[in-house]
């Protein structure tokens, strides 16, 4: 695909002056087969103290700690990356390992467990009956089944952006047939944990090169689901993608409060407070000419 900057800036507005926690950023993402960090910088107000590490499911983590008082804190964050998108290429048949419905080796098993478990209570059975509606069909290839469900999501859900923090119950999503990206997401993931697929919740941006590409201009979320043979692979029911190279991944957890771009404490009484929040993705033939 090319190379591609993204600017993402975040900024808190307080009526009063107030003094801050740790604050935890996860914006960087890791360079793999599939990108690769050109540039990457920050911008802190107020200034402060960082220290980078990874947490348990290998994500870039950046502690900043905010020193004094301020009414604002701003973290702005510049990466320019180069992507190397892999195609999707389907499953041997013939490995039984790669039907629905899934099976994963034991050694597999034991690593990706705590990421078939869902996370989310169905009392009302409301998400089991949708899934059996699902049903895979005879000797249906694991891909194609999520390619399937992948699809179904984008067609029959309404994409929403919604200002309000935290994210939709995979029930609030049905009952509602509307949400955002991280909404259409996590209900996608915790419907395939219920098959028995190990599922994660991803985070990162979206390039929009079209008007059809639903979620740019913000953060966006999409799922990813791990496959005998093919390992993690990204679906985005939001805009039915696939192993798409406008996907820019930053960091996948085991649930979406882990992937909170930024996070952290404020310590005193700040009244009445602002969010601001600006994202910016574009393609460049070179570093500093926009394509």
Known sequence: MGRLRILHETRYYYERPVSFGAQ??????????????????????????????????????????????????????????????????????????????????????????????PVTDDPDAVLLRWLRGLASHKDEPALAFLLRVNDLIHEQFEYRAREEAGVQ???????????????????????????????????????????????????????????????????????GLAESPDLIRVAATRTPAQALPVSGAILGDPGKSRLQVSVDVRLIDEIGHAA
């Open 169 to 239: 119950t995979p029930v609030e999503t049905l009952r509602k047939r509307s949400g955002a990206c991280r909404d259409l997401a996590w209900l996608m993931v915790e419907g395939l944990r219920r098959l028995g697929y190990a599922a994660l919740f991803a985070t990162g941006y979206i390039h929009s090169p079209n008007a059809q590409i639903r979620g740019a201009g913000a953060t966006h979320a999409w799922c990813e689901v791990f496959l005998p043979d093919l390992g993690w692979l990204e679906f985005d029911p939001t805009n």
């Open 24 to 117: 935890r950023l996860m914006l960087r993402p890791r360079d793999s087969h599939a990108l690769r960090i050109v540039e990457a910088s920050l911008r802190l107000f107020p200034p402060g103290d960082t220290r980078w590490s990874y947490d348990a499911n290998g994500n870039c983590i950046c502690i900043f700690q905010p020193n004094g008082k301020a009414d604002a804190m701003r973290v702005a964050s510049e990466l320019v990356i180069d992507r190397y998108p892999a195609p999707l290429v389907p499953q041997r048949i013939e490995n039984p390992d790669t039907l629905t419905p899934i099976v994963y080796s034991r050694e597999d098993r034991a690593t990706l467990e705590p990421f078939i478990a």
